[in-house]
């Protein structure tokens, strides 16, 4: 078939602006960076509201919210998926920000730990994590807390998990369902027995 | 990451036949693993072309009593499909025993059979890897080799695959369907999608270039007991030491593949004629020719004794 490249949707465009890299980045990889930044536009509907924003595709949305928007509350830890600290609600549902593209998420809603709740009037789950101290330094906290609401929405759905007894029967409200539906948001401090309590608060409370 | 062009393809066709346009595309989907490669530089596209646009996220019945699943279809809707919890109900059980539920949210079913190996080898850029720089020899075979694969691996390369629903795709006896970029499309089956490592471990699979995948077809249910048995260091989200796919009937026959221990699913077909004398046999003939390394040959026992354990629990449901 022949095919033209006016039929896609072509957003990067080469622009000859520099990018400021972090120190950590090898030398190397900053020449190649540096070489060549491509540029692309996104609109993301983030905690209710449209963000237009100019990107470099190769922002994920976890540097978009962090660096782009100043949401600082999603925090960075691995930055390779592994331990859940950069965990956001898309769509209804929660995933790793870190590994995927803002330029992914034209159209889409995202709800960060900012968008559950404010300081005077807390999510449930955030005021059960503070009643039972479910944390120390902090750190995978917001990451804890989205997963842990999508978590308790996945157990409403009937989405079974790896702890599910049967395929055909809804998943139940308890501690084994939960803590294999959370192994995805590490917690290097060891909280995880009173965050476990805090999920387990928040779900009586809902249900 | 290098720099790279983004593009939105709007149908199948169109992806394949832009990634032919050019040079060093990349399809993206889910992007959980190609992202995290291309972060280490392991992957380095200049142009990706994202096909979640394309509309390939239905799960359908085919004419003949089977489903066809989208190539785009999320790990997590596969898993709660309540046609694949009743009748597949292995594929269910593997990708549940798979990742985190947030990589579940986003990896699709296409993305899932093309994931890289975890191989540490492989990962680590100031290491050998024939895989990730033909010819520059395999670290991993006088190295820490544990998690490894044992059969059908070569002197260039003993990675495995880390998928755990390709494992339970190959007992079901899948079929994989493509689009090539001239418009052309195939089915291959699963059991032929995979290659093993021989001298060019970087060539993973047998796709052609820019080829597409488009969906995955089930074939009718075969009924019988489903059970997937991944044995791990840790009780979620870690890869599999090894995994058991098994679909027994009430007789003591069945299917059963492996994951964990080759650098595709492992099934021997003909080896299953001997399930019903019990683990020990059916292992001998599935394992025949392992080549393990000296940190992993306890990969024998524990296949071995994991089937046993998989063909009890089966006995009981019966």
């Given at each position: 078939?022949?095919?033209?490249?006016?039929?896609?949707?072509?957003?990067?465009?080469?622009?000859?602006?520099?990018?400021?890299?972090?120190?950590?980045?090898?030398?190397?990889?900053?020449?190649a960076?540096?070489?060549?930044?491509?540029?692309?536009?996104?609109?993301?509907?983030?905690?209710?509201?449209?963000?237009?924003?100019?990107?470099?595709?190769?922002?994920?949305?976890?540097?978009?919210?962090?660096?782009?928007?100043?949401?600082?509350?999603?925090k960075?830890?691995?930055d390779?998926?592994?331990c859940?600290?950069?965990?956001?609600?898309?769509?209804?549902?929660?995933?790793?920000?870190?590994?995927?593209?803002?330029?992914?998420?034209?159209?889409?809603?995202?709800?960060?730990?900012?968008?559950?709740?404010?300081?005077?009037?807390?999510?449930?789950?955030?005021?059960?994590?503070?009643?039972?101290?479910?944390?120390?330094?902090?750190?995978?906290?917001?990451?804890?807390?989205?997963?842990?609401?999508?978590?308790?929405?996945?157990?409403?759905?009937?989405?079974?998990?790896?702890?599910?007894?049967?395929?055909?029967?809804?998943?139940?409200?308890?501690?084994?369902?939960?803590?294999?539906?959370?192994?995805?948001?590490?917690?290097?401090?060891?909280?995880?027995?009173?965050?476990?309590?805090?999920?387990?608060?928040?779900?009586?409370?809902?249900? | 990451?290098?720099?790279?062009?983004?593009?939105?393809?709007?149908?199948?066709?169109?992806?394949?036949?832009?990634?032919a346009?050019?040079?060093?595309?990349?399809?993206?989907?889910?992007?959980?693993?190609?992202?995290?490669?291309?972060?280490?530089?392991?992957?380095?596209?200049?142009?990706?072309?994202?096909?979640?646009?394309?509309?390939?996220?239905?799960?359908e019945?085919?004419?003949?009593?089977?489903?066809?699943?989208?190539?785009?279809?999320?790990?997590?809707?596969?898993a709660a499909?309540?046609?694949?919890?009743?009748?597949?109900?292995?594929?269910?059980?593997?990708?549940?025993?798979?990742?985190?539920?947030?990589?579940?949210?986003?990896?699709?079913?296409?993305?899932?059979?093309?994931?890289?190996?975890?191989?540490?080898?492989?990962?680590?850029?100031?290491?050998?890897?024939?895989?990730?720089?033909?010819?520059?020899?395999?670290?991993?075979?006088?190295?820490?080799?544990?998690?490894?694969?044992?059969?059908?691996?070569?002197?260039?390369?003993?990675?495995?695959?880390?998928?755990?629903?390709?494992?339970?795709?190959?007992?079901?006896?899948?079929?994989?369907?493509?689009?090539?970029?001239?418009?052309?499309?195939?089915?291959?089956?699963?059991?032929?999608?995979?290659?093993l490592?021989?001298?060019?471990?970087?060539?993973?699979?047998?796709?052609?270039?820019?080829?597409?995948?488009?969906?995955?077809?089930?074939?009718?249910?075969?009924?019988?007991?489903?059970?997937?048995?991944?044995?791990?260091?840790?009780?979620?989200?870690?890869?599999?030491?090894?995994?058991?796919?098994?679909?027994?009937?009430?007789?003591?026959?069945?299917?059963?593949?492996?994951?964990?221990v080759?650098?595709?699913?492992?099934?021997?077909?003909?080896?299953?004629?001997?399930?019903?004398?019990?683990?020990?046999?059916?292992?001998?003939?599935?394992?025949?020719?392992?080549?393990?390394?000296?940190?992993?040959?306890?990969?024998?026992?524990?296949?071995?004794?994991?089937?046993?354990?998989?063909?009890?629990?089966?006995?009981?449901?019966?």
């Open positions: 078939m022949t095919i033209s490249r006016r039929t896609f949707l072509i957003v990067g465009a080469v622009t000859a602006a520099s990018v400021a890299l972090p120190p950590f980045i090898s030398v190397q990889a900053s020449i960076n540096a070489a060549r930044p491509i540029k692309a536009s996104v609109t993301i509907w983030v905690n209710d509201e449209p963000r237009d924003l100019d990107l470099d595709t190769r922002t994920t949305l976890l540097d978009a919210l962090r660096e782009n928007l100043q949401l600082t509350g999603t960075k830890g691995c390779h998926g592994q859940g600290a950069c965990t956001v609600i898309a769509n209804g549902r929660r995933i790793n920000s870190c590994l995927t593209l803002a330029v992914m998420h034209e159209g889409s809603k995202i709800t960060t730990i900012e968008g559950l709740g404010t300081p005077q009037q807390l999510h449930p789950m955030q005021a059960a994590f503070i009643k039972h101290d479910g944390y120390q330094c902090g750190y995978c906290t917001p990451g804890q807390i989205c997963s842990a609401v999508a978590v308790l929405g996945e157990i409403r759905d009937g989405i079974p998990s790896h702890a599910s007894p049967s395929l055909t029967e809804p998943p139940k409200l308890i501690a084994s369902e939960i803590q294999e539906r959370m192994s995805g948001n590490l917690c290097r401090c060891g909280a995880y027995s009173n965050i476990i309590e805090a999920i387990n608060e928040a779900a009586e409370a809902s249900a | 990451m290098r720099p790279f062009t983004y593009l939105r393809a709007k149908s199948p066709a169109e992806a394949a036949a832009l990634a346009q050019v040079s060093d595309s990349r399809f993206i989907a889910g992007g959980t693993n190609l992202l995290d490669l291309m972060k280490l530089d392991i992957e380095t596209p200049t142009h990706l072309i994202d096909v979640n646009g394309v509309g390939l996220d239905r799960i019945a085919t004419p003949e009593g089977g489903l066809r699943i989208g190539a785009l279809v999320r790990n997590t809707d596969l499909d309540s046609r694949i919890r009743k009748d597949y109900g292995l594929l269910a059980r593997a990708l549940l025993a798979g990742a985190s539920g947030q990589l579940r949210n986003v990896a699709t079913t296409a993305g899932n059979l093309l994931q890289r190996t975890r191989c540490p080898y492989f990962y680590d850029t100031h290491q050998a890897c024939n895989k990730r720089q033909p010819g520059s020899g395999c670290a991993a075979i006088d190295g820490f080799s544990r998690q490894l694969g044992i059969i059908g691996v070569s002197t260039a390369c003993i990675a495995t695959h880390p998928s755990d629903m390709a494992v339970a795709m190959r007992a079901l006896d899948a079929l994989v369907e493509t689009v090539k970029p001239d418009g052309t499309t195939r089915n291959i089956p699963l059991a032929e999608l995979h290659r490592p021989g001298a060019t471990p970087n060539i993973e699979t047998t796709l052609t270039a820019h080829e597409l995948i488009t969906a995955v077809t089930l074939p009718t249910p075969i009924g019988g007991t489903h059970i997937y048995q991944k044995v791990r260091d840790r009780s979620s989200y870690a890869f599999a030491l090894i995994s058991v796919g098994a679909i027994i009937q009430n007789d003591g026959s069945g299917r059963v593949a492996l994951g964990g080759a650098h595709k699913p492992w099934r021997v077909e003909s080896a299953e004629s001997v399930m019903p004398q019990g683990a020990k046999a059916l292992t001998e003939q599935l394992l025949a020719g392992a080549t393990p390394t000296h940190q992993n040959a306890f990969k024998l026992t524990l296949v071995e004794r994991t089937l046993a354990a998989v063909m009890a629990q089966a006995r009981e449901h019966a």
